[in-house]
Each structure stands twice: as structure tokens, then as C-alpha cells.
């Protein structure tokens, strides 16, 4: 599409080009390519529909694909632009071709689109580079996305069923209160009997909701509100720290926080990058809580201090990970037991996600038939009165 740009020229002059271009980026590019700094810029005709993100993992899978049956890389980006069609996928593989048919590597093509292409992926092409093997690293970074995907799917099914009930249980339980209580406080009002204590409270609750339904109601979307906001909150440091809110969950998270960074890391360390240049990289990938001991750790290493004894000494090791990295340096596979240690602790948290679940599915069940059942006994007991006077 059209792009109307205002620029400075070499003269400090203002001139308005028109640019034909991907999207703004790519004019952007063009207009210094002309010597110009853009000022503002404004497109004409219809916009191009852009799609939600760009799949990075389904781009992996098919460079890697392509580069393996022997294509370049500037012949497989040529491949994947003419099997698609206009959108921001396109956009930024016809920008990424370009960049290398001037001349750039492809670890600096990458860097130039950040909202694209994150710091780890571009660090494992610049590494590939260097060994001139991008096919092997990537399938390393392939396989590193799919064993973090598996987790992810495990807790995400283990999680599925338990919502269901807590939806289901909640949902019957606020339509009895809000509007089978009322019905029946409603009934029993003008009975003259008297009632039992606990229906007494019941119906007492009942008259109560009946009297303040809009006020309640405002009061319920606000509650509802909250609790997203709340676990939004909670989860907006990653989808496997919304665990922390389970009961005793917690030191199963920061088993899987650190078995992510010896993961990340041993998958830099096997594609040949330094071991401070992966620390640099593993920032991405850890929680901000632990940004300040990961910085400590690679100030350790500069000072040529073994990775196990820093990492020890930063609280960012377990007993099980201090022994396989230890025979790590001493063998020279330090990369190989990172990721024999992520491995073991991603076990690990399978078997306990499954314990969990096979132990709280079965109590939630209960204390939702509970409660549940409990209003119903305590609303039916005036008729099991009545029917016991009448007999």
C-alpha cells in the first residue's frame, strides 16, 4: 500500500514523498534509504489485514524444514513469500529477504524487527551463524519450544475439569440463593409455622436478595470483576505462576521456574554460545523476582567462578541440578546436563500435577455436592415438618 511520508532531506528541508510499501516499518526503511529522516507519516487507500501475531514456531518448522531439503536461506524466504498471501507474516519475511539480498546476516535481519523475533531466537541464529549449522539449531530451538508447549498443555488439561466443576458448582449455587431461596421465603412467609434455625437464616437471606436483586446483582459483576483482575494480576508474570495459587504449590513453581532457565539455557549452551552471552539471553525467560541473582550470577562468571558454585550461591540451584552440573564441567557437557536437569524437574512436575488433580478433583466434587445439597435440606425441612405434623 501507500505511504505519504514528511521528511527531513540532507538539506534540512521538508519533503513529502509518497512510498510504496509493506506497512509503516518498511517505509520507514525506504525513506532513510533515500537519505531522509521521516517526520510523520500517513497511509492511503484500504489497509492491509494484518493477521493477530506472527507464528514464530510454525516459521521454525518451516525454515527448518526447507534449509534441510538444501534450499538457502534467501531461497526458503522466497518459498514461504510466495506460499502466502497479504498480511503481517508476509510483511515481515519479504522485509527479512530483502535485508539479505543487501548483504546482512540473517541474525541481524531478525534483530531489526524485535516485536517480531525475541532476543533468545535471534541469539541461537547468531550462534548458528557462527557455525554455519542453522538447520541443527534450529530443531534445538524446536524441540526447546515443544517440551516448554508440553508443560504448558499439561497443566492447562489439568486444570480444565476442575474449572468446569467450580463453574457448574457456582453457577446452581447462586441460582438457587438468587432465585429459589427467594421464591421459597416468599411461600413459607405467610405459613404462620415456625421454622427451623438454620431455614430461618436461609429465608431470612432469601427475603433479603428478593428486597436488593439489582443491588445484588451489581454487587455479583463487581465480585466477578475483581477475581479476573485479581488473577490477571497474578498471572501477568506467566501462565505456570497462576499454580501459586493453588494450596502448596508453591515450591513446585519455583522448581519449574528454575528447571525453565536450565532448560533455556542448556539449549545456548549446546548451540555453542558463551555462558555469559546465554545468561544475558536467559533474561527473557525468568521472572523479574530472580533478574537481580541471574545478573549476580553472570557477575560471578566473569570473575571466573564455576556456573554450579554461582548458581548455588545465588539460590538458584537445587541439590539435584548442583550434582549434574558438576559432572557437567568436569565432563565439558554442561549444555547436556542443563538440560538432563530440566528434563528430570519437568518430570517431576507431571507427576506431582497429576497427584494434585487426582486428589482435588474428588474433594471440590464433594464440597460442591455439599453445599449444594445443604440448601436444598434446608429449604425442603418446613415441608418435612409439615408433612411429619400431618401424620
Known amino acids: 500500500m501507500q505511504y505519504v511520508v514528511r521528511a527531513l532531506d540532507s538539506t534540512q528541508q521538508i519533503q513529502t514523498v509518497v512510498l510504496d510499501a ?17 517526520l510523520s507519516m500517513a497511509s492511503q487507500g484500504l489497509a ?30 522466497e518459498t514461504l513469500i510466495e506460499r502466502d498471501g497479504q498480511g503481517t507474516r508476509r510483511a515481515v519475511l519479504t522485509r527479512l529477504a530483502r535485508q539479505l539480498r543487501e548483504g546482512q546476516r540473517l541474525s541481524a535481519a531478525l534483530r531489526q524487527q524485535p516485536e517480531v523475533f525475541p532476543s533468545l531466537f535471534v541469539g541461537i541464529v547468531q550462534a548458528a551463524e557462527g557455525t554455519s549449522d542453522l538447520p541443527r539449531s534450529l530443531a534445538r530451538y524446536l524441540d526447546y519450544e515443544t517440551r516448554l508447549e508440553g508443560v504448558r498443555h499439561k497443566v492447562v488439561s489439568a486444570a480444565i475439569y476442575p474449572l468446569i466443576l467450580l463453574t457448574v458448582g457456582s453457577a446452581v449455587s447462586l441460582f438457587l440463593l438468587g432465585y ?35 443491588f445484588l446483582a451489581g454487587a455479583l459483576v463487581a465480585a ?35 528447571s525453565r532457565l536450565y532448560l533455556t539455557l542448556g539449549m545456548l549452551l549446546e548451540g555453542g554460545i558463551t555462558v555469559q552471552h546465554a545468561l544475558k539471553l536467559c533474561f527473557a525467560v525468568i521472572e523479574p523476582a530472580k533478574a537481580t541473582k541471574l545478573h549476580a550470577v553472570r557477575v560471578d562468571i566473569e570473575a571466573g567462578l564455576p556456573l554450579s558454585d554461582s548458581l548455588e550461591r545465588h539460590g538458584l540451584s537445587t541439590p539435584v541440578a548442583q550434582r549434574l ?22 518430570e517431576e512436575t507431571t507427576r506431582w500435577i497429576e497427584r494434585f488433580t487426582k486428589t ?29 405434623s400431618l401424620q
Open 360 to 388: 482435588f478433583e474428588p474433594v471440590l466434587m464433594a464440597a460442591i455436592g455439599l453445599v449444594i445439597g445443604l440448601i436444598v435440606i434446608l429449604l425442603y425441612m418446613p415441608i418435612f415438618d409439615l408433612a411429619g
Open 180 to 214: 429459589v431461596v427467594p421464591k421459597f421465603a416468599a411461600v413459607y412467609e405467610g405459613s404462620g409455622r415456625p421454622l427451623p434455625w438454620a431455614s430461618q437464616l436461609l429465608l431470612g437471606w432469601g427475603n433479603f436478595a428478593g428486597q436488593h436483586a439489582v
Open 48 to 77: 492491509i489485514k494484518r493477521d493477530a501475531a506472527f507464528p514464530l514456531l510454525l516459521f521454525a518448522q518451516e525454515l527448518h524444514a526447507l534449509l534441510s531439503a538444501g534450499l538457502s536461506v534467501i531461497e526458503a524466504l
Open 224 to 258: 466477578i470483576a475483581a477475581v479476573f483482575w485479581w488473577l490477571r494480576r497474578h498471572m501477568g508474570g506467566g501462565w505456570w505462576r497462576a499454580l501459586r495459587l493453588l494450596p502448596g504449590a508453591r515450591p513446585k513453581i519455583e522448581i519449574l521456574e528454575l
Open 22 to 38: 509493506l506497512d509503516e516499518a518498511d517505509a520507514d526503511a525506504q525513506a532513510r534509504a533515500r537519505r531522509l529522516t521521516p
Open 325 to 346: 552440573l558438576r559432572v557437567g564441567e568436569r565432563s565439558g557437557q554442561l549444555g547436556l546436563m542443563l538440560s538432563r536437569t530440566a528434563a528430570f524437574y519437568d
